[in-house]
Structures are given as C-alpha cells and as structure tokens.
C-alpha cells in the first residue's frame, strides 16, 4: 500500500473510531468484545483500503466486515453454558432504568439469529435507511424490510414472554409469602 494510502487510513480511523466502536458494541454485548471486532475489523479493512474506490463508503463496508466477523465468531462460537439448579441474580450496577432498559434490551435481541439483529442494529441504532441497510448488508430492501418485521415480532414475543414470566414469579412469591404467615398464625395460636 502506498505511504499517501496509508496515511489515509491511519486518519479514518482516527475521524471514526469512536462512531464505529458505537456500531461494534451494538453488535456485540460485551465492551472488550466489541473492540476485538472492530479492531479485528479494522485489520481486515486495511488489507482491503486500496480498493475502496470511494472513501466515503468506507464506514459501510467497516460495518459490514464487522458484521461478517461477528458472524464467524458466532458460528464458531462453543457453547459455554452449565445447567444449574438455580439461575444467577441478576443486577444492575448503576441502577437507572435507562442503563437497566438497554442491558435488557441487549440480552433479548440475543435471541435473534445474527442476520435480524444486524438489520435492527443498523435500522434501529444506527438509524440507516432501509436502502443504506440494504446496501451495507448485500440484499435487497425488501429482504431488509421482511427480516425487519419478523425480528421485531420476534422480540415483541420475547419480551412479553419475559414480563408473563416476571408477574408468575411474582404471584408465586406472594402466594409463599401468604403461607408462611398463615402457618406463623397457626403455630402462635398453638
């Protein structure tokens, strides 16, 4: 690559890596993962740099080589998960609803296969066009349009099934609550 090229690159990257980590951590919950994409992203990019024929394309074809490394990592991924009796607390550090909306959020467009959750995260998050989301992800707008709708469906669907789930455990806990007290009353009464 020529020394003009590469001056070129080190100064996008420098004008856009804050935005494009944005896009990287959308795509990926955790934060290190996320620099890991974008940099293994930015890699790939370099090799690549001479033949972007226009640079102002260039954050399009970053997301969707970050797009298509995520979904390597996700097909190759193993499955780490250890059945338990009982499932970890989960807690929010900070306790703002808005931190405790977006980490479920994050948790339930896991359930997306990685192609409808890179077209909520491009539509969605990083508010592009159906036709720019199109074209960064290499299909059509009708594509765009149909595995956009059945993906919010999908997590409309998963949402509810979560909040059915929260008020069962609650009416369970207030049920177990009921009992103890009413089994308190029977032993002092005894």
């Not at 339930?108 to 960064?136: D, F, G, I, N, Y």
């Amino acid at each position: 690559m020529a020394h003009g090229e590469v001056l070129e690159f080190e100064e996008y990257v420098r004008t856009r890596q804050e935005a494009l980590l944005r896009s990287a951590r959308r795509l990926v919950p955790d934060p290190i993962d996320a620099q890991d994409l974008l940099q293994t992203a930015l890699v790939r990019t370099y090799g690549r740099w001479e033949g972007i024929a226009d640079k102002s394309l260039a954050d399009a074809y970053l997301r969707r080589v970050m797009i298509n490394t995520r979904t390597e990592w996700w097909r190759a991924r193993k499955l780490e998960e250890v059945p338990t009796e009982q499932l970890p607390d989960a807690s929010v550090e900070d306790g703002s609803e808005q931190r405790a909306d977006r980490a479920l959020l994050m948790d339930v467009l896991k359930v997306l296969a990685p192609k409808q959750r890179s077209v909520v995260v491009l539509r969605h998050w990083e508010q592009m066009s159906t036709e720019e989301t199109a074209a960064a992800l290499g299909m059509s707008t009708g594509t765009v349009k149909s595995t956009l709708h059945r993906a919010l469906a999908r997590l409309r669907q998963e949402l509810e099934a979560r909040d059915l789930d929260a008020r069962a455990l609650e009416r369970h806990e207030t049920r177990r609550a009921h009992r103890r007290d009413g089994q308190e009353q029977e032993r002092c009464a005894a």
